[in-house]
């Protein structure tokens, strides 16, 4: 999956067009149909390299995604989203963010971003590149507690290969179409273009 092809089906998911042909479905319902002010109980499209953040506190902006969030709700999905260095400090929901999170850095804004989308209250949940500005160590560890959490279902746009290799399906989309689906190891050990992209089989 390059990054236009995500750019693509994130625009798709989430709205911004639709498709000349076939159709999106979530919960069985075509998404076109579906009016946008009622498409985020059905689908929730979060894009973690330009976050939807504003000026307020950290609390502020994670019930952007769920408005009555609790604070330890909302404590329990910045911890799920592996952002420990966010709460550095006993009122650190209270602490403002600056526009647009400019107070945070990349990859802090990026596990906001993460958090937000897991308190959403929504049937489907579609992640793009939530590990993309996050050093190896932070990744593994983003990784390890997405993985424990419970969600119906959850689709993630992604070329990392540690998030790749969590996903229980991987469909390897090339120049704009699915060219297979398996898991992780088996694309590696199947598909030489997906094991090349992936450096080999990292």
Not at 28 to 56: C, F, N, Q, Y
Not at 79 to 91: E, I
Not at 112 to 124: K, P, W
Not at 178 to 184: G, L, N
Request: proline fraction near 6%; charge should be neutral; aromatic fraction near 2%.
């Amino acid at each position: 999956l390059r990054s236009r092809d995500a750019a693509a089906i994130g625009a798709l998911l989430s709205r911004h067009r639709d498709p000349t042909r076939g159709a999106i479905r979530a919960g069985g319902s075509d998404i076109s149909k579906i009016p946008l002010a009622d498409l985020p109980a059905h689908l929730t499209v979060v894009d973690t390299e330009r976050p939807w953040l504003l000026s307020g506190t950290l609390l502020d902006n994670l019930r952007l995604a769920h408005p009555q969030a609790t604070a330890e709700q909302a404590l329990e999905a910045l911890r799920a989203a592996g952002a420990d260095d966010v709460l550095d400090r006993p009122d650190a929901l209270e602490r403002p963010i600056g526009e647009r999170g400019l107070r945070l850095s990349g990859g802090q804004r990026q596990r906001v971003a993460i958090a937000q989308a897991l308190l959403a209250r929504t049937a489907a949940l579609v992640i793009l590149e939530p590990t993309s500005a996050l050093d190896a160590v932070t990744e593994a560890t983003v990784v390890e507690r997405l993985q424990a959490i419970d969600r119906p279902a959850t689709l993630i746009l992604t070329t990392s290969p540690p998030l790749l290799a969590a996903c229980g399906r991987v469909s390897f989309v090339h120049d704009g179409r699915i060219r297979a689906t398996a898991s992780h190891p088996e694309l590696i050990s199947s598909d030489e273009l997906y094991r090349d992209l992936m450096g080999g089989g990292r």
